[in-house]
């Protein structure tokens, strides 16, 4: 079956840096759009970035563009999301996902991506 799993969260300082890795299996990794996604508590969850199949087509989150990058690597089945000069506010469970179909456009939208990964814990704070 699908599965996702993510690792590299931790607790941070302001200002500070965090790389967010995922690794996908049971899929063809390659053929398959990639998202990043968060959630606070008593918040909806957020889309941070999305990465094409081939890696050329990548969108952000209005609240992220400029401060975190989606990249992905095909040989190894991953997807990373760097996240740089991090915030209080950035504090979240952190989410890794795959669009339900191959191919297409990366979507910013929850509802496309039918495999969450079990999150990993970003804490910002001082």
């Known amino acids: 079956q699908v599965q996702l799993v993510e690792s590299g969260g931790g607790m941070v300082q302001p200002g500070g840096s965090l790389i967010l890795s995922c690794a996908l299996s049971g899929r063809r990794f390659s053929r398959y759009n990639m998202g990043w996604f968060r959630q606070a508590p008593g918040k909806e969850r957020e889309f941070l970035g999305a990465v094409g199949w081939s890696g050329e087509r990548i969108k952000y989150g209005d609240a992220v563009k400029g401060r975190f990058i989606i990249s992905r690597d095909n040989d190894k089945s991953t997807v990373n999301l760097r996240l740089t000069n991090l915030k209080p506010e950035d504090t979240a469970v952190y989410y890794c996902?795959?669009?339900?179909?191959?191919?297409?456009?990366?979507?910013?939208?929850?509802?496309?991506?039918?495999?969450w990964g079990q999150g990993t814990q970003v804490t910002v704070s001082s």
């Open positions: 996902a795959v669009q339900g179909e191959p191919y297409g456009v990366p979507s910013s939208r929850p509802d496309q991506y039918d495999s």
